[in-house]
């Protein structure tokens, strides 16, 4: 997921517009974050109904005043405003700790493209390894609230270390009784990869139990030459 804004610019959207442009900078805000892209614009009006929801749902998870460690979330502004003034003037009704690509940089055109954003708004979610968990989360967010956040951090095995100690997640008491249900529906690249190891790992397993049948088999044609015993 990092790759993904290594060697791009990310503006912070607090009254200086601080911008994080290293490499060390880019990974300390991203790494190991669930990261929503928020494609919208100014002259869009379900943009504008749905950005108090949006800023709500991102206080409760992020704000100190809501909760006492922050999640891990990340909440990146890619603006389809026709003009830079439309876009400063649209970053006032986001929350303060959002992140936005500047009006200038045409790698915004490049992630609409990527992520195949045709309508606004549309929010995608992708886990830490760039993989998507949601193609547009704008429902989700609107009817689940925080809710949709524990399941996308469930499916993504994301490990907070304020709780987990030397437990792993693929311990599966310590996954909630609704975890398959969330598997089921943000499936990932690695239940992808798990299902192809263990369909080779079977066909090589029936493939070995083959060739010992057919030695064990070759031996018994093998006829008795009987044992010489000397007299």
Known sequence: MVDLFLNRVLVENNSDQDELNTEREIIGILENR???????????????????????????????????????????????????????????????????????DPYRKELQSIFQVTHTPTVVVLRPDGSVLS?????????????????????????????????????????????????????????????????LWEKEDRNSQKEKNETLDDRRKEPDKGTWRKR
């Open 135 to 199: 193609p547009n989360a704008v429902h989700d967010i609107s009817h689940l609230g925080t809710n949709c956040f524990h399941n996308w951090q469930e499916s993504s095995e994301i490990v907070e270390r304020t709780f987990m100690l030397n437990e792993e997640f693929d311990d599966l008491n310590l996954r909630s009784a609704t975890d398959p249900v969330r598997r089921l529906k943000y499936k990932t690249e690695d239940d992808k990869r798990r299902k192809r190891w263990w369909k």
């Open 34 to 104: 669930i990261i929503l892209l928020f494609f919208a614009s100014i002259g869009c009006e379900k943009c504008h109904k749905f950005v108090p929801v949006l800023n709500h749902f991102f206080k409760r998870l992020k704000d100190p005043a809501y909760i006492e460690y922050p999640k891990l979330l990340a909440l990146i502004y890619v603006s389809l405003d026709q003009s830079e003034e439309q876009q400063e003037k649209f970053l006032k009704e986001f929350h303060k700790k959002i992140l936005f690509l500047t009006f200038d």
